[in-house]
Each structure stands twice: as C-alpha cells, then as structure tokens.
C-alpha cells in the first residue's frame, strides 16, 4: 500500500522547515561502546524540540528522509512519530 500527500509530493526534492523530537546525541566513544556492549544499559534524558531547514529526499507510511543541504550530506531517515510540524515551499539556501 502506498502512501501518497499531494503537499509532500509538491515539496519532495526542495528545502522544508522540519521540527522534529529527538533524543541525546551520542558522541560520547564510552555512551555509544557501553551501548553496544551492554544489553541492559540504557542512555536516558529528555526529548528536545529540533528545529532545521533540510532537503526532504522522499517520504512513506512511516516518516520523511531529509538531508542537510550542505553537499555531500548524508541521508538521514525520521519516522513520523517524531516530527512534530513540516512546512515546506522554500528556496534552497546556496553556501
């Protein structure tokens, strides 16, 4: 089953606004190893409002894959239950 928004097709490949909930980065080398080594540790804090202007690559039933819009960017994947609002209909920004 395909999952079809007339607004997102209209915006898939251009630059959106994207509020998102997300978790604590991990940055830390000791948090991610003890994370991969211990099955019953868990990395615990509060959710936080994300803000960015991104490049929404596609989207389906479950979520929106975005980049940043510097070049080379990686893909980066964000299931519906953590977007909070996307709007879309903006220029890109040039570097």
Request: negative net charge; without cysteine.
């Amino acid at each position: 089953m395909e999952y079809r928004n007339e607004l997102l097709d209209e915006w898939v490949g251009g630059a959106i606004h994207l509020e998102t909930l997300r978790g604590p980065d991990t940055e830390d080398e000791e948090e991610i190893t003890r994370l991969w080594t211990e099955p019953d540790y868990i990395l615990r804090s509060r959710a936080e409002a994300s803000t960015s202007i991104s490049l929404l690559e596609g989207y389906d039933q479950v979520g929106v894959t975005i980049r940043q819009q510097q070049e080379g960017a990686p893909r980066v994947f964000v299931p519906w239950g953590a977007v909070l609002n996307i709007m879309g209909g903006f220029e890109e920004v040039e570097d």
